[in-house]
């Protein structure tokens, strides 16, 4: 069984930077695609940005050269680096990770951009 836990979200002014974490469980988590998607009021969840098991990675437009995903397998974590924020920015933020058939979402963590 597979768990995922975020953390990191919070309130952060117009600029600010923040790093999400993701804390996995189960053992398909270096074979998994592993994405951030998000979910802002009103609107439909998009993916963010997702790194394939062999590193390659993946970004909306919207914010690329802002954020960076990256994980650590040894750890079974997966972060977004997400820096020059902007209040469109502001949403609730999931991890996923993909296997096949298996998809697993976290509870969500919840980022303010606002000043």
């Known amino acids: 069984q597979v768990q995922l836990v975020e953390s990191g979200g919070g309130l952060v002014q117009p600029g600010g930077s923040l790093r999400l974490s993701c804390a996995a469980s189960g053992s398909i988590f270096s074979l998994s695609v592993k994405a951030w998607y998000r979910q802002a009021p009103g609107r439909q969840r998009e993916l963010v940005a997702a790194?394939?098991?062999?590193?390659?990675?993946d970004y909306v437009d919207s914010v690329k050269g802002r954020f960076f995903i990256s994980r650590d397998n040894a750890r079974k974590m997966v972060y977004l680096q997400m820096k020059s924020l902007k209040p469109e920015d502001t949403a609730v933020y999931y991890c996923?990770?993909?296997?096949?058939?298996?998809?697993?979402w976290g509870q969500g963590t919840q980022v303010t951009v606002s000043s």
């Open positions: 790194v394939r098991p062999g590193g390659s990675t």
């Open positions: 996923n990770l993909a296997w096949g058939s298996q998809d697993y």
